[in-house]
Structures are given as C-alpha cells and as structure tokens.
C-alpha cells in the first residue's frame, strides 16, 4: 500500500518563476491538505481540497492556489515566487469521514534564489 | 485563535535516560492532540493521538503522552530514549475539519 508521494523531492527556482508541486494521497484517501514548514519552524497550514473543491485554507495570499483531480491527486501552484516562499512543502492525506488524522508524504523541498 | 505551544526548542538527553517534550494548547473545547515526529529530510510520522477517553495513550517507538485538561497539556514521555529517537517532535491540535495547528516543534539530540 503506497503511502502519500510527493514530486519533486527538490527543485530551485528563482523569484518571479512559478512553481508546481504534485502529491499523490494514501490509497483510499479522498482529502489532501498541504502545509509549509520553514527551516525550523513546524509546519503551517495552507489549504485542504475535498471532492475537487477548496474546502478550507490558511493565511496564505492568493499566489498561492491549488488544485484536486478527480483520482484525488492534487496540484500547489505559487506564482511569482518571493525569496520567503523557500520552504518544505508538505502533502497531507486523509479520508474525508476520519476524525483528523493525517499521513504525510516526506515533502518538496523548494529554494528559491 | 487555536495555538499550541512547544516551550523547549532543544533538548539533549543521554541514551538510556527519561524524556518528557512538554505541549500546552490553547483551545476553547477538548481538542484533538496528536504527537508527530520528523526525522531531518523527511516527512511528518504519527506518534499518537488523543481524541477522548483514557489520558494516558500509547504511542509507537514506546512514546506514550498524558492528556492534562487542568493544566491545557499534553506532554510526550519515553522512559529509555535510544540514539534513533534523535528527530524532531511537533506537537499539533485538530480545531476542525482535519486542519491541524503545529507547534514550533522541540529538536531532540541524544549523547551516546
């Protein structure tokens, strides 16, 4: 059973590019959240899709959107990336009925120059 | 607003010795509490969780944590670390709908 994969594992990029990260959730799962830990900080909450819709979403700007395909794979764009956009980013699954527990993948790890 | 807080940044304990990670919440009702530990480059691993019932549960790796209401906390026992527990531990709350709030987290270094 294949847990929640993440790609890439690294990318740099450099500010203004654009930037898409792609999670596949845990078999059976239906909901992805993803979050953004800074070096050294613990993870923070960007937003969660649930049956291709956004569901809920954190204090992050719109630059930061996102997207859930109907195999409940899921896509997070940043567009004109800031130099502090440089993070982990981290995929969540989880089932939709389940009372919060998350599986997360081991993260993209984004530099940004 | 729901926050947890993870007062020890840094924590060095010997190989063989006692650990207790503190975590306090800030949350109206009985949250649920979960306990996560990452190893450097890697993703997030579920230690335990706490959602009703007995305060005491029990984790993998031999972690267990005790859910306190008095006192808002819910701290993270070993009673042997090992050198492969190096990593380090976030604390987190569930306010709603599956979003959880981390602490800062506490890194965990182990002198043999």
């Known amino acids: 059973d294949a847990g929640v994969t993440q790609s890439p594992t690294h990318l740099i990029k450099t500010r203004g590019q654009q930037v898409t990260l792609r999670c596949s959730p845990k078999s059976g799962h239906d909901t992805v959240s993803w979050y953004q830990q800074a070096l050294g900080q613990g993870p923070q909450f960007i937003f969660q899709?649930?049956?291709?819709?956004?569901?809920q979403r954190g204090n992050f700007p719109d630059r930061f959107s996102g997207h859930q395909f109907p195999n409940y794979s899921s896509e997070l764009n940043v567009n004109a990336l800031l130099l502090g956009d440089s993070a982990l980013y981290l995929c969540?699954?989880?089932?939709?009925?389940?009372?919060?527990?998350?599986?997360f993948g081991e993260g993209s790890r984004l530099t940004v120059l | 607003a729901q926050s947890v807080t993870q007062p020890d940044i840094h924590i060095t304990v010997s190989e063989g010795a006692s650990l207790e990670l503190r975590c306090n919440y800030s949350y109206g009702a009985t949250p649920y509490l979960f306990w996560y530990v990452q190893s450097p480059g890697q993703g997030l691993q579920l230690l335990l969780k706490?959602?009703?019932?007995?305060?005491l549960v029990q984790g993998i790796k031999g972690f267990e944590a005790e859910f306190k209401r008095s006192q808002s906390s819910f701290n993270l026992r070993k009673p042997s670390v090992h050198w492969s527990d190096a990593a380090e531990y976030f604390c987190a709350v569930v306010p709603g709908a599956q979003k959880l709030v981390f602490g800062q987290g506490t890194r965990l270094t182990i002198n043999p």
């Open positions: 899709y649930y049956e291709e819709e956004e569901r």
């Open positions: 969540a699954s989880s089932s939709g009925t389940d009372t919060g527990e998350l599986f």
């Open positions: 706490y959602f009703s019932g007995d305060t």
